[in-house]
């Protein structure tokens, strides 16, 4: 990697893209040795490897292509992995077995380092009657956070966990608690979450008519479509989730709706898939293709774009029959329709490069040249790549000629598709291209804005641990290696900090519409944004054709993994355009949880307090004492104690010791320490304490945490934060039934000398 190339560019590409034997042994010496391993891997399905082998790597030199990252880390290592970053699964069925197949295949797509998304609309509501069995359904969301408690238990490959989306109609009678879901701290939080949002739904609001709940023909609610249309707004105002899925529009668009029907996206949005559907990323980098930056002359050279994109689609199509599959239903389904998804990364950079402001009507026009040449170019290497191996195996002319998409496209390209039929369903998509935007110096991201000219990044390390670097922005060295160091900032340098929300919207509908699959794309709202011109966001991007919608606004629940620079540039300063500052009555506050993108420091005095547990099974007392720092005003945990006499328990108590205070130190939603830790039972029993049944000696710990956590106001009490729960177990005192170890129902009974839980027929005599 060329000296000029930013540190943490190097360190990505060290920790993630460079090769390594199973020993540990390097073998990818340099990048230039890793882009000969991808441009050699990608060749091999052709019929002259030799010819294409160099210009494949043509294509990534200089960071000109970017394959997606499965790709960059395994094309060519020789490993039981997959190529494909996205995959929707199979419709769930709405049945015990089935049901945990579809946990199974989710299992098996993370363990290969694929993001998954499903939808749970197929699954009968929380109490639904179970014919055959007596019980009813527990609901969607019951099982999501069985798959949720999957994926924290699962490593994608490489150094990042599994990624999924969870989605559910906006019409299925579990939808509010759906769109509620994340209120409770710690609760699916391993799911990005979306509504699938209907044409019908969009008119029942405009309209203020009443909307019906149903399943399997059967209306179980019927409540105004502007009520549950507010009760999404307000959720995602506050905690930045569930985002919108416009589906209809999504199967109306696509150019294979005459073969599948979608119902759910990956994790981030950017592929609409069908059951068992995967696709493959990749996205040039737009920032590299730009001559004469910062002039008069200032330009993309769009022959340059034409290369890239032929050698790029070529690249992808060969992926699809080089990749292995984690499940032999998604190697049918990429085979048959071989959809790829090229993009692209580095447009705010190549604005900037071209001296136009984000969202400008300068940088639209700019936008709509280079993404119709894109599109045009890669729809025209498919139709080659037709001619030469074949269309796709789905290919029937005229319903794909047909479809809503492809009609848009130039007349001299259909007319080639029409004489040659096209070697992919769908072409086009954009990706968030994080990691790889990063690997190539620093370019902005996707079709994002400078998120910031120069800020710090926390980067996850092969260690587990995340370490806070700092990252400068690509265009923005350019010019300060153009101008020097003390060169004020023209207007055009302008980040995601200064941004309206409708800039935002107009690059993401403008660039909707050259995208045959959909966008990657995060709306930045201001802070004090006001609910209504919030809410009004989502109205504009449906009218504006998007595919769907995502909001970041910034609030106490959901954290980021950047974190501005207080002494960079701020770009151009303006009021963003439309919107007024919240109104005092807005009740959305979302609480004062903060994710920090590097540990905190130690004060020299912490304020805290320490808890003696005793333990009938341990001779000695247990003492937590539980440290908190103020920070921003309010109380938080900052570090924990666990001391005993009793040295049996020093290692392990010493270990958690050290790993919940690291938990504390990072900021965020400590509250899932308290939920796992109550969650451990002990196989040999639990003990009585204080008249109440513990099921372990950790699940003490964890109620001696959340007991502090109530205490300092970092989590709600009992009452307040479930009211009806809290009257249960006030209600619940006086009662002769006690808690089981096994299933934690209070049901246990004494009976014929024997402890005997009536719910799942526990005993402790068994």
């Not at 990048?31 to 052709?46: G, Y």
């Not at 000629?401 to 096209?422: C, F, K, P, Y």
């Amino acid at each position: 990697m060329t000296a000029s190339v930013a540190p943490i560019s190097r360190q990505i590409w060290d920790m993630k893209y460079r090769l390594r034997a199973d020993d540990g042994k390097i073998l990818d010496k340099t990048v230039e040795e890793t882009w000969l391993r991808v441009a050699h891997a990608l060749a091999v399905p052709e019929s002259e490897p030799a010819k294409w082998q160099p210009l494949f790597y043509r294509a990534l030199e200089d960071f000109q292509f970017l394959p997606a990252g499965r790709i960059m880390a395994g094309a060519g290592a020789a490993r039981q992995v997959t190529l494909f970053n996205c995959f929707v699964m199979g419709q769930i069925p709405d049945d015990m077995a089935g049901i945990f197949d579809g946990l199974k295949e989710a299992a098996l797509t993370m363990q290969q380092g694929g993001g998954v998304g499903h939808d749970f609309s197929t699954l009968r509501p929380r109490g639904a009657p179970v014919h055959g069995v007596g019980a009813d359904a527990s609901g969607p969301i019951s099982f999501m956070a069985v798959w949720d408690a999957m994926c924290r238990t699962i490593m994608s490959a490489g150094y990042r966990r599994g990624a999924m989306m969870g989605a559910l109609r906006c019409d299925h009678p579990d939808i509010e608690a759906f769109v509620d879901a994340k209120r409770e701290p710690g609760q699916l939080r391993m799911f990005n979450l979306s509504v699938l949002i209907s044409d019908d739904f969009m008119a029942a609001v405009k309209d203020d008519r009443p909307w019906d709940l149903t399943f399997g023909g059967v209306t179980y609610k019927t409540i105004a479509a502007r009520e549950l249309w507010d009760r999404i707004m307000r959720a995602t105002y506050g905690y930045a989730e569930p985002g919108v899925v416009f589906i209809d529009r999504i199967n109306r668009a696509n150019n294979l709706s005459y073969v599948e029907t979608i119902h759910a996206t990956n994790p981030c949005g950017e592929q609409p898939l069908p059951p068992y559907g995967a696709c493959l990323l990749g996205s040039v980098n737009l920032a590299r293709l730009v001559s004469d930056p910062f002039t008069d002359e200032a330009a993309l050279d769009l022959e340059a774009l034409d290369q890239v994109v032929q050698t790029a689609v070529r690249m992808l199509d060969n992926a699809i029959d080089l990749s292995g599959y984690p499940l032999p239903e998604q190697a049918r389904e990429a085979r048959v329709k071989r959809r790829i998804g090229l993009g692209v990364t580095g447009l705010a950079d190549a604005l900037i490069l071209c001296r136009a402001r984000y969202g400008s009507p300068e940088s639209l026009r700019l936008i709509e040249t280079w993404l119709a040449r894109l599109r045009r170019a890669a729809y025209l290497a498919s139709v080659d790549l037709a001619v030469e191996k074949g269309p796709f195996p789905a290919y029937d002319p005229e319903p794909y000629l047909d479809g809503e998409t492809v009609r848009t496209l130039d007349d001299d390209v259909q007319a080639a598709i029409r004489r040659s039929g096209i070697r992919n369903g769908l072409v086009t998509s954009i990706a968030p291209t994080g990691t790889i935007s990063l690997l190539a110096d620093n370019v902005s991201s996707g079709i994002e804005p400078v998120f910031s000219f120069r800020h710090r990044r926390a980067v996850l390390m092969p260690d587990g641990e995340s370490r806070s670097q700092d990252v400068v922005d690509f265009a923005y060295r350019r010019y300060l290696d153009a101008y020097g160091e003390d060169a004020k900032l023209p207007d055009y340098f302008v980040d995601a900090q200064k941004l309206a929300p409708i800039d935002h919207l107009r690059v993401q509908a403008t660039a909707q519409d050259f995208i045959d699959s959909a966008i990657s794309k995060t709306i930045n709202c201001p802070e004090d944004i006001s609910f209504e011109d919030f809410k009004s966001i989502y109205r504009e991007a449906f009218d504006r054709g998007c595919k769907g919608c995502t909001t970041y606004r910034p609030n106490a629940v959901t954290g980021a993994v950047l974190e501005p620079d207080p002494d960079a540039p701020a770009g151009q300063a303006e009021l963003p355009l439309g919107i007024a500052p919240a109104a005092e009555d807005d009740e959305l506050d979302a609480g004062g949880v903060v994710y920090m993108t590097q540990p905190l420091e130690r004060p020299e005095e912490l304020p805290g307090k320490t808890y003696k547990v005793r333990w009938p099974e341990s001779d000695h007392a247990i003492y937590i004492t539980v440290n908190d720092v103020i920070q921003d005003g309010r109380r938080r945990p900052f570090e924990i104690f666990i001391n005993s006499k009793n040295m049996e328990h020093y290692a392990w108590t010493l270990g958690l010791t050290r790993m919940i205070s690291a938990v504390f130190r990072r900021g965020g939603d400590v509250s899932f320490v308290v939920d796992e830790l109550k969650a451990v039972f002990d196989p040999r029993g639990g003990q009585w304490v204080a008249g109440r049944y513990v099921p372990s000696l950790l699940a003490a710990i964890g109620e001696v945490i959340e007991r502090h956590l109530i205490d300092i106001g970092f989590l709600p009490g009992a009452a307040q934060h479930n009211p009806d729960a809290a009257a249960g177990a006030e209600r619940r005192t006086d009662s002769p039934l006690r808690g089981c170890p096994r299933c934690g129902s209070r049901s246990m009974i004494h009976v014929e000398g024997c402890d005997t839980c009536t719910a799942c027929h526990y005993s402790r005599c068994a």
